[in-house]
């Protein structure tokens, strides 16, 4: 098992030694790990060949885990200052948001814009190195061509180079998210179950208001049968600050979309 460790809530020492004199410095833990601190808890297996190969947010987490939630608000309304159209705050951040306070490191900062805003997002980022998360695939290049499901997401950056991984990509600390949202007459439609539509506020700065990020709050929740360690967290959080309607429509959507889920009982 493989822990993600955010060393902010550890009450133990962390010292960086190295095993080698000259060699590379690890960080180690002297005394008892604090529950809270740990954000993420994945099965970490080696590969055929016996080796373990990078956890795949671990790049991320390294260039962007220590952002505070003032720094994620003030850059997501830098980046989409002037943009026509609708934008939100996605993913944990979201989260954070609606509470008020960061309550884990984030690998990422991911931002939402309605599908048919994607051509106005790609005028207002001429310059960027733009990736499309295409499975199988490393990030080809989004030249502005017209993206429609089962792809959805764009990755963006500034820095200078050419990213040789889809790690690398990640370490860059400019690097954000764009995900599309479909809609229709007005109403956000989950992509995972296009029968369970939202509304989305139209008042207010874009994007990263508390109000707008309840709309995301659900999709960030909506995840498959078997929910991540972070995801679990990220909803005990949560919970106790839905009210009866915000409860009863994410209740609504799981039974939709994986009935049966655990949380729904929670719900």
């Known amino acids: 098992m493989l822990l993600l460790i955010d060393t902010d809530r550890l009450s133990s020492e962390v010292r960086l030694e190295r ?3 000259g060699g590379e410095t690890f960080p180690h833990v002297y005394g008892p790990v604090d529950l809270d601190a740990i954000f993420e808890a994945t099965p970490f297996r080696p ?4 080796r373990f190969r990078p956890y ?3 790049s991320g987490f390294a260039a962007h885990g220590s952002a505070t939630l003032q720094e994620a ?3 997501a309304l830098e980046v989409m200052a002037d943009v026509a159209g609708s934008s939100w705050v996605a993913g944990g951040w979201a989260l954070d948001l609606f509470l008020g306070h960061k309550t884990r490191p984030h690998a990422d900062l991911e931002l939402s814009i309605l599908a048919t805003d994607q051509e106005a997002l790609f005028e207002h980022l001429q310059g960027w190195d733009l990736r499309l998360a295409a499975p199988g695939a490393w990030l080809p290049a989004w030249d502005g061509s017209w993206i429609q499901p089962p792809f959805h997401q764009v990755g963006a ?3 200078p180079g050419h990213p040789a991984d889809p790690h690398e990509f990640a370490a860059d600390p400019t690097m954000l998210g764009f995900l599309f949202e479909q809609s229709t007459g007005g109403r956000w439609v989950f992509r ?3 029968a369970s539509p ?7 700065p874009s994007p990263p208001r508390a109000s707008r990020s309840c709309v995301r709050r659900s999709r960030c929740c909506s995840r498959p049968r078997g929910p991540r360690f972070k995801d679990r967290r990220d909803f005990d959080h949560v919970l106790p600050y839905l009210d009866g309607a915000a409860r009863a429509w994410l209740r609504a959507a799981l039974e939709q979309v994986h009935p049966g889920h655990a949380w729904c009982d929670r719900l």
Not at 47 to 50: A, I, N
Not at 198 to 204: F, K, L, V
């Open 19 to 21: 095993a080698d004199p």
């Open 47 to 50: 590969g055929s060949d016996g």
């Open 56 to 58: 795949e947010e671990a």
């Open 73 to 75: 608000t003030r850059r």
């Open 157 to 159: 950056r500034r820095g």
């Open 192 to 194: 995972r179950h296009p």
């Open 198 to 204: 939202g509304r989305w506020p139209r008042s207010g």
